[in-house]
């Protein structure tokens, strides 16, 4: 292997790091835990990966047409795709009722396609991949917050166990137009209190005062959270 050829894989490992470390830019301006670095490591890692699964190919692979080649050269690739899973499950976040990090597991998994991508030698292709992840993480999130939204809360109400107790919680919810997504339900038989916990889809024009208010007024409640 000649020094010619080495300083274009090298090429190849620094565009892929040039390239993640954009979008990675993106998610560390905006406070991300994965961030600059990260995204970078991923992209180039996986560049690494394509560029060795390569050479293993070029140099293992049987080209002499008198039986199979012996060796994927995809194989490789398919595992970075595996693999980067984990990073991106380790992104997302769960907050009561809400998940973050779906974004910056996406772009995870970007950054490990566009190290693939330079491994190869497609990098017209990584780049207009680039470009379009940044114009749709600046951009399009401008447009993103424009556009109107269902708003989901979780309310937890505590209150005396009578048998109308969850019918009148129910009632409420109700009448002030907000849809019930998900509920659970808990009874405390030794203090005599009822524990409900729903996740809800609140209406546009109601707000998270007025359904305090609301809940706080049932006759038997003893105390109301919404999260």
């Known amino acids: 292997m000649g020094p010619d ?23 560390e301006i905006h406070g991300r835990p994965a961030g600059f670095r990260t995204h970078l490591l991923v992209s180039l890692g996986s560049c690494l990966f394509t560029i060795t699964s390569l050479e293993i190919y070029r140099i293992f692979g049987n080209f002499s047409g008198n039986g199979p080649a012996g060796v994927d050269p995809g ?72 556009l109107s939204r269902d708003t989901y809360v979780l309310v937890k109400v505590w209150g005396e166990d009578r048998g109308d107790f969850i019918s009148r919680v129910y009632q409420t919810l109700e009448g ?14 030794e203090h005599g209190v009822m524990f409900l916990e729903f996740q809800v889809k609140q209406p546009k024009k109601a707000s998270t005062a007025d359904l305090l208010m609301r809940l706080s007024a049932i006759d038997g409640v003893k105390r109301v959270g919404i999260d």
């Open 5 to 27: 050829f080495d300083i274009y894989l090298l090429c190849r490992l620094l565009l892929a790091s040039f390239l993640g470390g954009l979008i990675g830019l993106e998610r």
């Open 176 to 189: 002030s137009g907000i849809e019930r997504v998900d509920a659970k339900l808990q009874r405390d038989m």
């Open 75 to 146: 194989r490789v690739a398919a595992q970075v795709v595996t693999g980067i899973g984990f990073l991106g499950a380790g992104a997302i976040i769960r907050e009561r009722a809400s998940i973050r990090g779906l974004t910056t597991a996406a772009c995870l998994w970007v950054a490990a396609a566009l190290g693939v991508a330079c491994g190869i030698g497609l990098f017209w292709l990584a780049v207009s991949v680039t470009l379009v992840a940044l114009v749709n993480l600046l951009l399009l999130k401008e447009v993103e917050k424009r």
